[in-house]
């Protein structure tokens, strides 16, 4: 595909470029594969719809310790129990960001530019939506009533055992699902002291289907991030659990492009255009017409032929390829009448081929043009 513009003085298409930029993941490997996420359909149709912001219906699962099944003997009647449940809020956080030619320089002089600058543009939005998932957790542990979701754990240094306390204060019953665990960096150095972890391969299946090595703990994928996990006086260990985090993926609504594409295609035509002048002027040459030696037959002079099989003159000048005009009575010199006549003399008899059979012109005069 030909490039069809520049950026920072570079080649770049944004059509090619939006093309790699489609086969990056939006978010981490290690966040997709410890299946914190949840797609919602009814949070995708409201964005779709325009909103904003917006509610999600919840139902608590059915626990047979808090509702228990009623006897079956044949006469007490079977009544539906309500099933309890509330309301998640939702809002829309959209987020742009621009950079210039000159940020991404190495990227731009690398064996291909719009690879290396949809990698590192991908590397930046995933490390971005990651430093914001522990900003927004951290925000709703602070909310009224998610008290008891918040451990405290006072201690001179990690211990496995610890860790394992906490994964199962925090998920109970689901403690041995996978999940995310978020470190600090201090925090992670502990773990690799007291080597805890483990790393496992899992297969990720994104916008590509890939194969990845991750450190786990517990079952816990982990992801090591300074950002939000360093409160200046203690370091914060987040765990998500399977599906704790709920994500849309609204339809893609493009921009109406007609006026960019109208442009493109003119741009476009204008440049073939260029393409074409500039092999004419290669290959052209300048007839004066003044000057045009009229001993023998060449471009830009007139021609009296006697057409022999019909027995009647014809008059035409002779020209190069763009100019010719059959209405106007101009032959190009490559045309098999003008490409048979060129250096012929008066008197000169002509056979021409054509694709009507042979034809035979004998010439009766050369003159310039009046």
């Known amino acids: 595909m030909p490039i069809t513009g520049t950026f920072g003085g570079f080649p770049f298409d944004p059509e090619v470029y939006q093309g790699f930029v489609d086969q990056e993941a939006t978010f981490s490997d290690s966040i997709l594969a410890s299946g914190i996420l949840a797609n919602d359909q009814s949070m995708a149709s409201a964005l779709d719809n325009g909103g904003v912001q917006g509610t999600i219906r919840f139902y608590n699962p059915l626990d047979p310790d808090q509702d228990a099944p009623l006897v079956r003997d044949g006469v ?93 204060s925090a998920l109970a019953d689901s403690s041995g699902t996978s ?13 690799k002291k007291l080597v805890l972890l483990n790393y496992n391969k899992y297969t990720i299946t994104n916008v590509l289907q890939k194969e990845v090595s991750l450190p786990t703990i517990n079952g816990l994928v982990v992801i090591e991030n300074d950002r939000g996990t ?53 290959n052209a040459e300048v ?56 250096g012929r003399k008066v008197g000169d008899v002509v056979d021409v081929e054509t694709q009507a059979g042979m034809l035979q012109y004998k010439v009766l005069d050369i003159k310039r043009v009046d």
């Open 76 to 168: 007490a009647d079977n009544v539906p129990t309500e099933i309890s449940g509330g309301k998640q809020s939702w809002i829309r956080i959209d987020r742009m960001k621009a950079w210039k030619a000159t940020e991404l320089t190495r990227e731009l002089t690398a064996a291909d530019p719009m690879a290396a600058v949809a990698r590192n543009t991908g590397r930046y939005w995933r490390l971005y939506k990651q430093g914001l998932l522990v900003k927004l957790v951290n925000a709703a542990l602070g909310v009224t009533g998610l008290e008891n979701h918040s451990l405290t754990v006072k201690t001179g240094g990690v211990t496995a055992n610890q860790l394992i306390d906490v994964q199962q």
């Open 179 to 191: 999940g995310l665990l978020v470190v600090h960096s201090k925090i992670m150095a502990e773990y």
């Open 230 to 282: 360093d409160d200046g006086t203690n370091y914060n260990t987040f765990l998500l659990g399977q599906g704790s985090v709920l994500t849309a993926n609204p339809k893609v609504i493009s921009p109406d492009t007609t006026e960019y594409d109208a442009a493109k295609d003119e741009q476009r035509d204008i440049e073939a255009r260029i393409d074409e002048l500039e092999k004419l002027l290669k």
């Open 287 to 342: 007839v004066v017409e003044d000057e045009v030696n009229l001993d023998k037959i060449s471009i830009g002079c007139v021609v009296k032929v006697y057409d022999v099989e019909f027995e009647e003159e014809m008059e035409f000048k002779l020209v190069g390829s763009t100019e010719a005009n059959s209405l106007q009575n101009k032959i190009s010199n490559e045309s098999p009448v003008g490409h048979a006549l060129i």
